[in-house]
């Protein structure tokens, strides 16, 4: 209703506006996720997220992957090559993934098969794979305590992608009516068209535009705090 509101009248003020629904219809849609990532992908989604430049991006993913200190678990490597232009993914990785985004969200999250994405790239080296953690099972969390904010802020970027490759397809219902209009100063018909999305099913939360850390951020799993989801297991 809000939308149709802001479709018609500018501010709210319906008094000069005469308006009706003259049909409506609902359509279920699907969105899948975005595949794991590339080198390009990763450069885009570390510069729009998080501001990185490209030539840092690569500096922070050549140490995730030749490994960092964990602890007693000594040095890990903790992405897989860092790059390629292969979206393909290992089955054990698919697996693993599987088994968190069973663990954390539930069943309802998974598709009925593990998602194949091709390449678009011609060229590509399908022998690479996509990057990924190496052990989707180390969540950012568990890792945290072992990176600086950067190492941490791209893992956690590219933990969140892999994951949410691996859920179902979000679902949504798209609304679209067409609303004839007339204004009461001008008296002159007008027809518009108003839609608005709500959704069936969230699908793939584990990414979310990519929500990262920053002023306004739950500190636990990175998420802006409006939209944190309390699962601090990340």
């Known amino acids: 209703m809000q939308r149709i509101v802001d479709d018609l009248a500018p501010g709210g003020d319906l008094k000069a506006t005469l308006w009706w629904v003259e049909s409506s219809e609902t359509l279920r849609k699907n969105r899948r996720p975005d595949p794991p990532f590339t080198t390009s992908t990763m450069q885009q989604a570390a510069a729009r997220s998080l501001r990185f430049p490209p030539g840092l991006t690569m500096k922070l993913a050549q140490q995730l992957y030749e490994g960092v200190p964990l602890g007693e678990a000594g040095t890990v490597g903790l992405i897989t090559y860092m790059r390629t232009d292969s979206t393909a993914v290992a089955p054990e990785a698919q697996t693993a993934a599987r088994e968190v985004v069973e663990r954390f969200w539930g069943a309802g999250y998974l598709p009925a098969r593990p998602p194949v994405y091709h390449t678009k790239v011609k060229s590509a080296q399908e022998a690479h794979e996509a990057i990924r953690p190496t052990d989707p099972q180390r969540t950012p969390k568990a890792v945290r305590p072992f990176l600086d904010d950067k190492l941490a802020a791209l893992y956690e970027l590219i933990w969140r992608r892999f994951i949410a490759s691996q859920m179902a397809d979000a679902l949504y219902d798209v609304t679209?009516?067409?609303?004839?209009?007339?204004?009461?100063?001008?008296?002159?018909?007008?027809?518009?068209?108003?839609?608005?999305?709500?959704?069936?099913?969230?699908?793939?939360?584990?990414?979310?535009e990519e929500w990262t850390s920053g002023p306004t951020a739950c500190p636990t799993c990175f998420a802006p705090s409006a939209g944190c989801w309390s699962l601090t297991v990340f």
């Open 176 to 208: 679209t009516a067409l609303i004839p209009t007339a204004a009461a100063t001008e008296g002159s018909p007008d027809r518009r068209e108003s839609r608005s999305v709500s959704e069936a099913n969230p699908g793939a939360p584990a990414e979310r």
